[in-house]
């Protein structure tokens, strides 16, 4: 299929109309650099810096200790949480920032499994998709056999079928809503109803989500979220993650991550163990208030933007670059260029994945012209579109580029050793 | 009891002789407080500050993804183990930096426990004490119930007849090396061979040891141990944490909370669990690398520090502020100020504890006055002496300040609502 594409003026005009465009000028952007990893690590939004350097120089080395309160450290998970609910379509004391993605997600998952078990001892099912995130699989098969309950992994299709196959036994559905390496776009809405009908809970991963596109979770009745800090909301690397769980689970919820921190009465020091009424009883260990901060701030990056919006921006961005590309005929060119993501700009999230024998090489020399997406194995590119500081011309102008590699041919695969990176 | 005390001259003579005194210039200390809270939250190494403004302005911003191999974000937890290591008596590659001290314990906890209900199903119990800090408390309590086994909880004193007592079935003996609250030391050479002796396996919290003293972790063939990086580490707020694993168990050390840093080979991004090689198993999600960096950086300011000179400063410390009081006749006077720390200074950590009904009036009356230490409920006031940057001088004054405060009755109950900070 060959379609025209938008015109680099046309994508200029987009650009110039743009109604997010203000929310650029809130990052930090290298000049000359077309950045499309956003989805593996945000861009720093500019206030960050400013931020990092009062806590350091004022609130640690001048506050010490007294900032816990005088700074309001104390409060800042909260503070994080309640400005990333709105992304999430949750109600702020719904909303933990805490620990990673990973520690989350074992927490809920755990939480989720026991709990069900203990209403119905037949639910010892787990259920995830083939190709999920490596840490969900990890965690999942963790999980199980930490509970001595099943995992069952099935293919995305036959996700519906399973949920039917497994109804009386079906515990916990977890997936990751939008897919690492195809960008795939989970039907939140069908699956959750679906497994929800017949007894399961859901716990969804939210880390190519949030920050990318709205999600309704307590419109939708999900039980349970994670996601994560540091991709499109942009709190910096590693920066701490999220957890959702639905208003009507939260005073039961039950956790094996007890630290003091989500006790009813922290400083009381209690010897045993008393779970905070809200979604604080998810908290642990004192949160690494440095990365924090950051995240904190960074989520200001989001004030003023409308998620419709933002949406409908990230689908254009990911939309021009696929039309560009399609313009060109690059996938249609005899040397395995193939799109890995839908084509249906409603079905994907903010990436486009491009599949060839010789992938890293050409994302290595795309970087080379200062276009940075990344590499997967063994032959996945991906190119993360960032509503908030990404434009359209640089969805334009990136596939240019690409589309000039590789009809040069101007990587040349013995000069780049094996890189990391981190998703 | 009451003793002379040395003069403050004399202690103007220590600081001046002080072959540590070299440590404090790396320091960022606010003028004219006396602060006794490094064993709650480290004042900041100067270099902290830089060290983070690249970290923000330079590697994020204008590096961004490109950092995790070019300013080798990648292996911080590595470096920062490295260094801790030296301060633990442990090989680089037996230590971790990830999470926070909670998480790691949990951790270590539940692969020893599940280990040794494996060699032996007999084996169920985890013996613990009385008072051990709330997380620790809660964790054991949480472990043994996600595992179905038994804990055991006695008083510090009743340990070495519980060891016998539950020989046959003690799985693991979870002890924190130094009191928060007391500062007093653990044996940890004669319960460790004790509980090994039985055939259980030992795992110390060093949140209240690392930094402050030398301990012999090889040496004394510790099992396993978990610690922190913002208290005498000086990582900045709820740094990072670490975990030791002793050679001999790395190789078959399985923990639950699994994670894509922790596999074998991580950019494989496979489906199926296989733990790296090393100390990486423990390894999940992506650090909170501004944090890591932090803490990372922090550590230099233990470049050239021998340990033991540490650990005979930080005694003559706590010892000048125990005699001090003792020679103002501080704990005779008939208005119930006790010290709650051992009298012997082999005994206690780097840490003085005082008890007194009026606790939380007199550590806000001396905070007013410059002296910054910490209250506890109901009835505690701590003082930490971190010796990297305390002086002699400060131990001096902040007991003269205590026992003016004492004698003056110069607090004011009423003044203050109730505080909250972070231990």
Redesign the interface.
Same mark, same amino acid.
């Given at each position: 299929m060959r379609t025209a594409g938008r015109s680099r003026a046309e994508c200029e005009a987009l650009d110039t109309q743009d109604p997010l465009a203000f929310a650029r000028t809130r990052f930090? &952007?290298?000049e000359g650099?077309i @950045?499309l990893?956003g989805n593996? &690590?945000g861009?720093?939004p500019l206030a960050?810096?400013q931020r990092?350097?009062d806590a350091?120089?004022l609130e640690?080395? %001048?506050g010490? /200790?007294?900032?816990?309160?005088e700074a309001h450290?104390?409060t800042a998970p909260q503070r994080a949480a309640s400005k990333i609910a709105r992304l999430i379509g949750a109600d702020p004391d719904e909303v933990i920032v805490a620990?990673?993605?990973? $520690?989350n997600l074992?927490k809920l998952l755990?939480a989720a499994a026991q709990a069900q078990r203990e209403r119905d001892p037949a639910r010892t099912v787990v259920l995830t998709e083939?190709?999920n995130?490596?840490?969900d699989? @990890?965690?999942n098969?963790?999980?199980a056999?930490?509970l001595d309950m099943e995992l069952v992994?099935v293919d995305a299709h036959e996700l519906p079928q399973a949920i039917w196959t497994h109804r009386a036994r079906l515990a916990v559905l977890q997936l990751t809503h939008v897919d690492y390496k195809s960008g795939r776009i989970h039907d939140m809405a069908g699956l959750t109803t679906h497994a929800q009908m017949h007894g399961a809970q859901v716990l969804w991963d939210l880390a190519h989500t949030a920050g990318a596109m709205p999600v309704a979770l307590d419109a939708l009745r999900v039980d349970f979220a994670v996601g994560c800090g540091?991709k499109y909301l942009n709190g910096?690397? =590693?920066?701490?993650?999220f957890a959702y769980v639905a208003r009507r689970h939260l005073a039961t919820l039950k956790q094996?991550? $007890? =630290?003091?921190h989500g006790?009813a009465r922290?400083?009381?020091?209690?010897?045993?163990?008393q779970p905070a009424a809200g979604i604080e009883r998810l908290l642990? =260990?004192?949160?690494? %208030? &440095?990365?924090?901060l950051?995240l904190e701030t960074a989520l200001d990056a989001f004030d003023g933007v409308d998620l419709d919006l933002l949406r409908a921006k990230s689908m254009a961005l990911t939309s021009i670059f696929i039309e560009q590309l399609e313009s060109a005929a690059a996938f249609e060119a005899d040397d395995g260029l193939a799109l890995a993501s839908p084509r249906v700009a409603q079905e994907r999230g903010s990436q486009v994945a491009l599949r060839h024998p010789q992938a890293y090489a050409i994302v290595q020399a795309l /970087?080379d012209r200062g276009v /940075?997406g990344?590499f997967?194995?063994p032959d996945l590119m991906r190119f993360g579109f960032a509503p908030l500081y990404v434009r359209h011309v640089d969805a334009f102008d990136a596939a240019r580029a690409l589309h000039e590699v590789m009809q040069g041919r101007t990587w040349d695969q013995a000069r780049y050793a %094996?890189?990391?990176? $981190?998703?």
């Open positions: 930090a &952007l290298p650099l @950045y990893d593996s &690590l861009a720093m960050v810096s990092l350097r350091t120089d640690w080395a %001048q010490l /200790i007294r900032s816990w309160n450290w104390y620990d990673s993605t990973s $520690v074992f755990t083939r190709g995130f490596p840490t699989s @990890y965690l098969a963790s999980v056999d930490l992994r540091y910096g690397p =590693g920066a701490p993650a094996p991550l $007890v =630290g003091w006790h922290p400083f009381a020091f209690e010897e045993d163990w642990c =260990g004192t949160a690494p %208030q &440095l990365s924090l950051a /970087i /940075i990344d997967r194995e %094996q890189r990391r990176t $981190v998703t």
